[in-house]
Structures are given as C-alpha cells and as structure tokens.
C-alpha cells in the first residue's frame, strides 16, 4: 500500500525559481550576501595562507634564478605578499569581515599586475610566463577565495584588458606568446567563472531553502503561541485559566525548590470566592452574573505589577492570585485592599446576606509556611476561605505559621 500524498506540502527553497543571472530581491539579496561571507570565511584564512606561501616561494625560486629578475621582483612581490597577509587578518577578524572580498580583489589585482610587470621587464628565456599571474588570479578569486560572481567576472575582464593591453604595447611578446596567453587565459577565466556561477547558483538554492525553512519555524511558534495563549487563558475574563494557573505555578515552586536564582524567595497565594454569586445570578439573571465576574477579576488584574504575579480564574466565581516576593505582610495588604475596592465597585447584590453590594471571600497562603508544592498552597488558602466564609464573609483570613487559620478583617 502506498503512503497517501500530501494534497499541500510546505513549500521549500527548491519551489522558488532562482533566475539566471542570480539576483534575489533586494532583501534577501542583502541576507545572502553575509550568508555567502559567512561560508567563505571559513576556508579564506587558509587559502589566502595558501597564496601568501606560493608568493614567498615565487621570490625564493626568482633569487635563485639571478639577481637581475629578484632586483626587479622583490618589491611588488612583497607589496603582493604584505596585501596577501591583511587579507588574512581580514578573513580573522570578525568585525573587519566585510571587508574581505574587496581587499581579496585588490590582492587579485596586484598579483596580475605584478604578473604583467615582470613579463615585461624581467630579461629571461621564460619571463613571458610572469603573464601566467593572471589567470592564476582569476582561479583565486573564483575557486580558493570566492569573491560573489559578478565581483569576480567584472575583475576578471578588468585583468583580462590589462593583459592584453600590456601583450600589445610590448613588442618583445612575439604574436604566437601573446595569443597562446590570452587564449589560455581566456580558457581558465572562462572554466573558473563557471565553476564560480554553479557554485554561487547552489549556495543561493541552498540560502533560499533555509530562509524558508527559517519562515516555516517562525510561523509555526507564533502559531504555537497564540495556541499556548488560547489554551492557558479564561475567553470570560482574560486572566489565567485553571490549566495556566497550575502550570505556572508548578514551574515557580520547581525553581523554588533548585534554589534557582531566577525564583522567587517565597510564593503568596490568594484565593477568593464571590460571596452569594447564586443568588446574584438568580436574581440577576446568568449574563449580569458573567459581567459581574469580568468586572470583579478586573480589581486584581490592574493590582499585580511583578511580571511573575498573576491572576488566574480558578473555576467559577472563584480566582487565584500569586504573588511571588511580595513579604507575607504584603500579600495581606494586597487581599485586604483587593476585598476593599471590589466593596467599593458598589455593585448592587440584593440576594446577598452580608451587603447591599458584591463582596468577595479571600483566604491566604505562603509557602514560608510549610507548604512544599503547589497543591499543598492551595489547599491552605481554601482553608482559610473556607473559614473566612464560615466567619461571615466579605473578610480575609490567613494560614499562619502554626498551620491555623486567623482572621484578619
Ligand atoms: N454567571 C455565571 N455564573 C457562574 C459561572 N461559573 C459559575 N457560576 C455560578 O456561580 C455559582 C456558585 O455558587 P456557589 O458555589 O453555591 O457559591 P455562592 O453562591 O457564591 O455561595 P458562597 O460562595 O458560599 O458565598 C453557581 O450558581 C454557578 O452557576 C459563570 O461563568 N457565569
């Protein structure tokens, strides 16, 4: 049996046609070029090592021919030697990277020229052979260095003229040298330019499969997060739903526990309950009830401040609030306050026993007291309001040190 066919595969670098002559929009035109920089650079620093060691051979090898082609060598060839060792610094250095293939072309250049220069003035049997330098440039910014095509096809030409100018204003070259050189040339110009082109035509494939892979990644997060956010957040209220609630929590006591320094030094945990909700939504009718409930969580959302700090919706008219750092003093200060303003709202409860308004139940809980997970702070601060409901309501009790629970409004 065959595997039944994806009717829609993502799309890869391979669905983007690249043009003939190479060129990306301009965006990614710019991302490729350090893309290409960054793969070069990793092999330049030897090939131009490579090259820095065939000059210093070349100059051995010319003092042992005789002193008439050295005196006239040295010190272009140690002009060529001394580019050859800042474009290895430049490969090196990170900062100064960018700079590479212009200076690698100024070195490509003054190797050429070098070339053409002693071809010219050096008086020996095989001197014309010095016009070689150019084509052995070319080869070095196409093959061993990898200067970016086009760089390296109008340097090329621009080496290739200079050539060819000086084959023609000497007129020691006989006809026969100066074709055989050019045609020479021209045939390794042609072959590295070539080689180049394929070469920079699969990088550019490669780049664009990993640009759209890199998209693909990047859609897929935010795709996860607006999931993540959709499964972890109350579509009533906004604050954290249940799931979130347990999940961060549970992440903060791990960390807690590690001793890790991202934790906090303690968790508070706050729980409250709005007192006689069935009746207000009996008297009130279930959507009164829903708004209730929005304006309600909307007091300790615009009250925690911390980034850790949250709120969460419990499950029904009941919603947690975690405070990491706060003292325990402060938590206190922050439920009594909380209690206080959703008093203040003054929203009319006529079927509640306690107030004219809706008022809230709020029981306290902090891990310096005993508490080693999450579970466990729950279950203190449900204690707590459960006993600040048996207490009257519209109150705030603790879970204190002792494992008792006191009253404190
Ligand atoms: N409108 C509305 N009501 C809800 C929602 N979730 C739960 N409730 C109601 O909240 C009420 C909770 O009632 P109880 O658990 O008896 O608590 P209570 O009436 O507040 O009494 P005490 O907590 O003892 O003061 C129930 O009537 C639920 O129907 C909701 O999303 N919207």
């Known amino acids: 049996m065959t595997a039944p066919q994806n009717q829609n595969p993502l799309p890869t670098g391979n669905d983007i046609s690249l043009p003939w002559h190479l060129r990306l929009p301009k965006p990614l035109e710019k991302d490729f070029r350090l893309y290409f920089l960054a793969s070069v650079s990793k092999v330049a620093p030897w090939a131009l090592g490579l090259v820095s060691i065939l000059i210093a051979t070349a100059m051995l090898i010319e003092s042992w021919i005789g002193t008439d082609v050295i005196t006239n060598s040295w010190r272009p060839r140690l002009f060529t030697l001394m580019l050859a060792g800042g474009c290895v610094i430049l490969a090196r250095t990170l900062q100064w990277r960018e700079w590479l293939h212009p200076a690698t072309l100024a070195l490509a250049f003054a190797i050429a020229l070098t070339g053409n220069y002693l071809g010219v003035h050096v008086e020996h049997p095989l001197s014309y052979t010095f016009f070689l330098h150019t084509p052995m440039s070319i080869i070095m910014i196409c093959i061993l260095v990898r200067v970016p095509f086009y760089s390296a096809l109008l340097s090329s030409t621009v080496m290739i003229g200079a ?83 347990e999940s961060r929590l549970n992440h903060l006591f791990h960390l807690h526990k590690q001793g890790n320094p991202d934790a906090p030094e303690r968790i508070s945990l706050l729980l409250f309950d709005i007192d006689f909700f069935k009746q207000y939504n009996d008297t009130y009718g279930h959507p009164a009830g829903d708004e209730c409930l929005k304006k309600i969580s909307n007091v300790p959302l615009s009250m925690v401040q911390a980034d850790t700090d949250f709120v969460a919706r419990y499950g029904g008219e009941e919603f947690v609030i975690v405070l990491t750092d706060s003292s325990f003093n402060d938590a206190l200060v922050f439920a009594e306050r909380m209690r206080n303003r959703v008093e ?48 009257g309501r519209n109150r705030v009790a603790l879970m204190n040190s002792q494992g008792l629970v006191e009253m404190l409004s």
Do not use: W
């Not at 203040?344 to 007291?369: A, E, F, K, W």
């Not at 997970?373 to 707590?384: F, G, P, R, T, V």
């Open 163 to 245: 050539m060819v100018a000086t084959l023609i204003a000497n007129p020691e070259r006989t006809p026969f040298e100066a074709t055989t050189l050019t045609m020479v040339t021209l045939a390794f110009a042609s072959m590295s330019l070539f080689g180049q082109y394929v070469y920079e035509r699969l990088l550019r494939q490669h780049f664009l499969s990993e640009h759209v892979l890199y998209q693909h990644r990047n859609e897929l997060h935010s795709a996860n997060l607006v999931l993540e956010n959709q499964a972890t957040v109350d579509g009533l209220t906004g604050c954290i739903n249940r799931r979130g609630m």
């Open 344 to 391: 203040q709202l003054g929203l009319p409860h006529s079927g509640s026993r306690v107030s004219q308004v809706v008022t809230i139940s709020v029981g306290v809980s902090c891990s310096d007291h005993g508490a080693s997970n999450s579970a466990e702070l729950l279950k203190q601060a449900d204690e707590a309001l459960y006993q600040a409901k048996g207490a």
